[in-house]
């Protein structure tokens, strides 16, 4: 039947600027949906993603459109905006031979659809630019379209204004997808090969493989075989999203689709992996693409209403749907035993805890988060770390490196001067500055991950009044001049608080650690020194004072709900207290570091 009238193409953008709607909209418009079935957002299912209005998990949709008496089939598939989630975008990505690009035309282009540019020019997708929003009355779509020329490099021609909220426009750019993006290469006369580019997990049904087919077709019953671990199935059941699960007998060269073929875990499959015919086999597999990175390793032990074997059940669980989240067993002398955990970004960090507590009813205690560093030993061996305490004795170290990472700026001119100065005080170093129209700017730089990573983003908003966007991308590792901090509690090295510093300026946040940790921990009948120290050096010192009075005594005679607060805080935050030797130390102080960068 050939490939002529299929179209597979993503929507990318940066966050808000409205893939969602648009993604919505069409399926309205292609008839996909029907009003009765409508939710806000049909693409976004799981709750978290809806109370927090991102996307987490890229998801694809098949509709039929009709032009000039001719059907086409449209695979879209929805990805991520948010940094944390890139390479979801590369993965749909990897699917599709064109990209629609959104940008919101009273914001225009911002960090992330920049980003997103790039990662489609990687793929060879072609792009459509598509200006969003013209029904607001800050809208400005000519000054939008002349930014899009400039950054992105599309012509007048190639960018659509619309208004995905009331669908003027909508019907224009699906004739565009048709008759602008190419249709995939017919492969139909060649042994079966599809690209696994997601999957997820399903309680009834197993893994649910998405998958893209490039050679020959798939059928039901047909017995497959994983290119990359060499293992087979047979496939009980193949289908389209329609939105809705929905089977069909086969799926030709070129169509998207699901696959079940009684895979039992997620960890089974890995995306970017090929399916081929068993008997028939592919010659070679198609082009993968880089796994996912954990950016951010953070360090989980049980809290107190918790137990071990119930975090470890928790976080099988939240494995099982979630592919790029990490887990291996650690233990602690401060801390017992619990598990270092790896994380896209903060933000994935973030929606992993949330779920913790809401899904599984699950009490941590936590440690900061940290990049992951390379050691070089003075052997020459080359050792990734990605937690202070795994650092070898620093006589056996040659060299530390750190990540680094592109980091892209978008912001109004008159803020740039506040912008420089915070990055200057993050080690950032300039690359480039180029002006996208007379008053917005991007600014280019090389940055340690580990200075972004934390609170940068929010710096940033802080400084341009919410107005910068920011995007980045690891570049690789690079040797620094760091060390490694212990933080000392009444004289105990205390493992799960010691911190990797930059020379420079470790000594100012090793002082800002400890003051954080002087507030943190609470009186305690005797005094407790609080140090950080390099080696066997102490670079800083505070001081807990022993605990005299109640803390409650003044406030009798006063608001007595007041005093009420007081003892119900006190008893919630002694949840989730560890003692350390004789020292009870909340929670909320291994997180101490996040607030000294
Ligand atoms: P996403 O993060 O890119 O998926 O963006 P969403 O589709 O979730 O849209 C973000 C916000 O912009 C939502 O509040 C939408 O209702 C709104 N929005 C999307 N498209 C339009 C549009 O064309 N016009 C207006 N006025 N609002 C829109
Ligand atoms: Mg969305």
Same mark, same amino acid.
């Given at each position: 039947? %050939?490939?002529?009238?299929? /179209?597979?193409?993503?929507?990318?953008?940066?966050?808000?600027?409205?893939?969602?709607?648009?993604?919505?909209?069409?399926?309205?418009?292609?008839?996909?949906?029907?009003?009765?079935?409508?939710?806000?957002?049909?693409? #976004?299912?799981?709750?978290?993603?809806?109370?927090?209005?991102?996307?987490?998990?890229?998801?694809?949709?098949?509709?039929?459109?009709?032009?000039?008496?001719?059907?086409?089939?449209?695979?879209?598939?929805?990805?991520?905006?948010?940094? #944390?989630?890139?390479?979801?975008?590369?993965?749909?990505?990897?699917?599709?031979?064109?990209? *629609?690009?959104?940008?919101?035309?009273?914001?225009?282009?911002?960090?992330?659809?920049?980003?997103?540019?790039?990662?489609?020019?990687?793929?060879?997708?072609?792009?459509?630019?598509?200006?969003?929003?013209?029904?607001?009355?800050?809208?400005?779509?000519?000054?939008?379209?002349?930014?899009?020329?400039?950054?992105?490099?599309?012509?007048?021609?190639?960018?659509?204004?619309?208004? $995905?909220?009331?669908?003027?426009?909508?019907?224009?750019?699906?004739?565009?997808?048709?008759?602008?993006?190419?249709?995939?290469?017919?492969?139909? #006369?060649?042994?079966?090969?599809?690209?696994? +580019?997601?999957?997820?997990?399903?309680?009834?049904?197993?893994?649910?493989?998405?998958?893209?087919?490039?050679?020959?077709?798939?059928?039901?019953?047909?017995?497959?075989?994983?290119?990359?671990?060499?293992?087979?199935?047979?496939?009980?059941?193949? %289908?389209? @999203?329609?939105?809705?699960?929905?089977?069909?007998?086969?799926? %030709?060269?070129?169509?998207?689709?699901?696959?079940?073929?009684?895979?039992?875990?997620?960890?089974?499959?890995?995306?970017?992996?090929?399916?081929?015919? #068993?008997?028939?086999?592919?010659?070679?597999?198609?082009?993968?693409?880089?796994?996912?990175?954990?950016?951010?390793?953070?360090?989980?032990?049980?809290?107190?209403?918790?137990?071990?074997?119930?975090?470890?059940?928790?976080?099988?669980?939240?494995?099982?749907?979630?592919?790029? +989240?990490? +887990?291996?067993?650690?233990?602690?002398?401060?801390?017992?035993?619990?598990?270092?955990?790896?994380?896209? %970004?903060?933000?994935?960090?973030?929606?992993?805890?949330?779920?913790?507590?809401?899904?599984?009813?699950?009490?941590?205690?936590?440690?900061?988060?940290?990049?992951?560093?390379?050691?070089?030993?003075?052997?020459?061996?080359?050792?990734?770390?990605?937690?202070?305490?795994?650092?070898?004795?620093?006589?056996?170290?040659?060299?530390?490196?750190?990540?680094?990472?592109?980091?892209?700026?978008?912001?109004?001119?008159?803020?740039?001067?506040?912008?420089?100065?915070?990055?200057?005080?993050?080690?950032?170093?300039?690359?480039?500055?180029?002006?996208?129209?007379?008053?917005?700017?991007?600014?280019?730089?090389?940055?340690?991950?580990?200075?972004?990573?934390?609170? @940068?983003?929010?710096?940033?908003?802080?400084?341009?009044?919410?107005?910068?966007?920011?995007?980045?991308?690891?570049?690789?590792?690079?040797?620094?001049?760091?060390?490694?901090?212990?933080?000392?509690?009444?004289?105990? $090295?205390?493992? $799960?608080?010691?911190?990797?510093?930059?020379?420079?300026?470790?000594?100012?946040?090793?002082?800002?650690?400890?003051?954080? *940790? /002087?507030?943190?921990?609470?009186?305690?009948? @005797?005094?407790?020194?609080?140090?950080?120290?390099?080696?066997?050096?102490?670079?800083?010192?505070?001081?807990?004072?022993?605990?005299?009075?109640?803390?409650?005594?003044?406030?009798?005679?006063?608001?007595?709900?007041?005093?009420?607060?007081?003892?119900?805080?006190?008893?919630?935050?002694?949840?989730?207290?560890?003692?350390?030797?004789?020292?009870?130390?909340?929670?909320?102080?291994?997180?101490?570091?996040?607030?000294?960068?």
């Amino acid at each position: 039947m %050939g490939t002529e009238h299929i /179209r597979n193409f993503s929507i990318v953008a940066h966050i808000d600027h409205g893939k969602s709607t648009l993604a919505d909209r069409m399926l309205e418009l292609t008839g996909s949906i029907t009003d009765r079935d409508r939710q806000e957002q049909m693409l #976004d299912s799981m709750d978290l993603e809806r109370e927090r209005g991102i996307t987490i998990k890229a998801s694809a949709v098949t509709m039929k459109y009709e032009l000039d008496g001719k059907e086409y089939m449209l695979n879209l598939i929805d990805t991520p905006g948010h940094v #944390d989630f890139h390479y979801e975008v590369s993965r749909a990505l990897a699917a599709c031979e064109g990209a *629609l690009l959104v940008v919101d035309a009273s914001q225009g282009v911002e960090a992330q659809t920049v980003a997103n540019t790039y990662l489609a020019v990687e793929t060879g997708a072609e792009i459509i630019g598509v200006i969003n929003k013209i029904d607001l009355p800050a809208a400005q779509p000519q000054v939008v379209i002349e930014e899009v020329e400039h950054a992105i490099g599309l012509s007048k021609g190639e960018c659509f204004p619309i208004s $995905a909220k009331s669908g003027e426009g909508v019907g224009e750019l699906l004739r565009a997808v048709i008759q602008l993006l190419p249709p995939p290469e017919d492969h139909s #006369d060649e042994p079966s090969s599809a690209l696994i +580019f997601d999957a997820n997990f399903n309680d009834y049904r197993g893994v649910i493989c998405y998958v893209k087919v490039v050679g020959g077709k798939l059928r039901t019953r047909q017995k497959i075989r994983l290119m990359g671990t060499g293992r087979t199935y047979v496939i009980s059941e193949i %289908g389209k @999203f329609a939105p809705q699960m929905t089977a069909v007998d086969e799926l %030709g060269s070129g169509e998207v689709g699901y696959v079940i073929a009684n895979i039992k875990e997620l960890a089974d499959v890995t995306i970017g992996d090929t399916i081929t015919d #068993d008997a028939n086999p592919a010659e070679k597999p198609l082009p993968g693409y880089q796994p996912p990175a954990q950016m951010v390793f953070s360090d989980f032990y049980p809290g107190n209403n918790t137990d071990y074997p119930k975090l470890r059940g928790a976080f099988e669980k939240l494995a099982t749907n979630d592919s790029s +989240f990490t +887990f291996t067993p650690q233990s602690s002398p401060a801390l017992g035993f619990g598990f270092r955990c790896g994380f896209l %970004g903060l933000l994935h960090m973030e929606i992993v805890q949330e779920r913790l507590e809401r899904e599984y009813d699950i009490d941590v205690v936590q440690t900061a988060p940290t990049v992951s560093y390379e050691v070089i030993t003075k052997d020459g061996e080359t050792i990734r770390i990605d937690s202070p305490s795994m650092l070898p004795d620093p006589s056996h170290i040659e060299a530390l490196k750190e990540p680094y990472v592109r980091l892209e700026i978008i912001t109004s001119s008159d803020t740039i001067g506040g912008i420089m100065t915070l990055a200057e005080g993050k080690r950032c170093q300039l690359i480039k500055t180029d002006y996208l129209s007379k008053t917005r700017v991007l600014l280019e730089y090389k940055a340690p991950l580990a200075e972004i990573v934390y609170d @940068f983003y929010d710096l940033l908003k802080g400084i341009s009044h919410g107005y910068a966007t920011m995007d980045y991308e690891l570049i690789g590792f690079e040797k620094s001049n760091l060390a490694k901090v212990d933080i000392l509690v009444n004289k105990k $090295a205390v493992d $799960a608080l010691s911190v990797i510093l930059h020379r420079s300026n470790a000594e100012v946040r090793g002082r800002k650690l400890l003051q954080k *940790l /002087r507030k943190a921990i609470p009186k305690h009948q @005797f005094e407790i020194p609080l140090q950080a120290a390099i080696g066997g050096k102490i670079i800083a010192r505070e001081t807990i004072k022993a605990y005299r009075k109640d803390v409650t005594s003044k406030l009798y005679g006063g608001d007595v709900s007041r005093k009420m607060k007081v003892l119900k805080k006190q008893k919630e935050g002694k949840k989730r207290m560890k003692s350390i030797g004789s020292v009870q130390i909340p929670q909320e102080a291994f997180m101490s570091i996040l607030d000294t960068s």
